[in-house]
């Protein structure tokens, strides 16, 4: 019996040990895997609390755990108002990342707990906006009663909905919000950033300051069959560069947003594996390049950084919209931009109606063309300027094009009938959630049942 006693002590002491060096192990050398999810965790809290003034614990259980890996069920994050920046880490100590807040610039993760100095921007001043004009001039909507019934229907709104927005003849016709959230509540778009991207060059073209042509467009690039690719490769998603946009794991994509503190440096150092021009494959390693070459084309950080605003949000009135950079200062043009539902709207009518704005033009002529025309690659899916094509059929216009991104956000334009619909939440894709049925039903508003 004695002997047994000592057995199950010895036993349990080499476990105690074990869980001990394994708990040391996590926490000195952690996997990549649960920084990924630290860095996620700490930049979804982040952005949510300091730009929609959202409770941090909220965020956590709802955007960040509930419908993720289960790993992130673990999660911890701490916020410090004063500093503004937020901690996560599993179980409140294993596999840590930051996220820092930024004035005007949003919230960026910094893996390597360093950030660039950046100016802080005061680009958000209260616009006064005459409550009796009609959107989008004043903020006054005429709800088509119709339409506005059936934006009640779950069904079509489709699950973890948070503000749908339905634009045609240019006003509001119909809006819903779910509990929480309202038309003041600044949104994630994920990747319809890019589409942003894309027209902040077409600023750039504007001004002859960029071609879609250029090449040689990075230092490491020049000596070797990189210096081909072309802007417009960029653009239609077809560079050659690989890069492997899986979220599931440690992938290109989740290494650069959350692990990488300069992701276009990431980003630029990928090789070629296709001739530019001949391979569509999605990817937001392409878009962040993109957003480093319009800054170069700029010049002056200072400047850069102020740019959107003065070239597009300030002209559009898009007075919510804040784009975000990483820890050194480059726009995460692939994927990190928040806006209300209503100034989502307003840039999807802006597309709608060909890149003009108040009678002024502020993308060139053919330049939102292209996003309603496919590349040459994807069989017809993706257009030539950060769109997907949803195709014809089903009663959808030919000239339809969607700014897509993770988890539900879209933004719907269709150029031919003037109409524009936002529907933003959180629906992963494994929900099967369709949009046809929103997009029909707004299309039919206004006519006879």
Known sequence: MRSMKRILKLGAGVAAVALVAGVTWLYVAPPELLRVGSGYAAKIVCSNVFLANRDSQEVLEVDVQAPGHPLLRL????????????????????????????????????????????????????VAVDGNALWAEGAAIEPDARLTEQLADPALVGPGMRAVVVVKGGRIIAEAYAPGFSKDT????????????????????????????????????????????????????????????????????????????????????????????????????TAVLLSKIWMNRIGNRVSAL???????????????????????????????????????AKFGLFLARDGVWNGNRILPENFVRLMHEPNGSSNGRYSKMQTWLPGGGDGIPPDTFVLDGHDGQSVVVIPSLDVVVVRLGLTPRTLGYKLAGLIEAAAKAGTAP
């Open 75 to 126: 999660m911890r994050v701490s916020v410090d108002e004063d500093e503004k920046t937020v901690h996560a880490a599993i179980l409140g100590f294993i596999g840590g990342n930051d996220a820092v807040y930024r004035e005007g610039l949003g919230c960026s993760v910094t893996p390597d707990e360093r950030t660039t100095a950046l100016p802080h921007l005061a680009v958000n001043d209260e």
């Open 186 to 285: 600044p949104l994630l778009g994920w990747s319809m950033t890019k589409t942003v991207t894309a027209s902040i060059i077409g600023t750039l073209v504007r001004d002859g300051r960029m071609s879609l042509e250029d090449t040689s467009l990075f230092p490491q690039w020049r000596n070797d069959q990189r210096a081909e690719i072309t802007v417009a490769n960029l653009l239609a998603m077809e560079s050659g560069l690989a890069f492997n946009e899986g979220y599931g794991s440690v992938a290109d994509v989740t290494r650069m947003l959350f692990l990488e503190p300069d992701m276009a440096a990431y980003a630029a150092d990928q090789p070629l594996e296709a001739d530019p021009g001949t391979r569509f494959n999605y990817s937001s390693g």
């Open 306 to 344: 102020a740019y959107p605003h003065l070239a597009l949000f300030g002209p559009l009135g898009m007075t919510s919209a804040v784009m975000e950079t990483d820890a050194a200062g480059t726009f995460t043009g692939s994927s990190y931009m928040y806006a209300t539902a209503r100034d989502w």
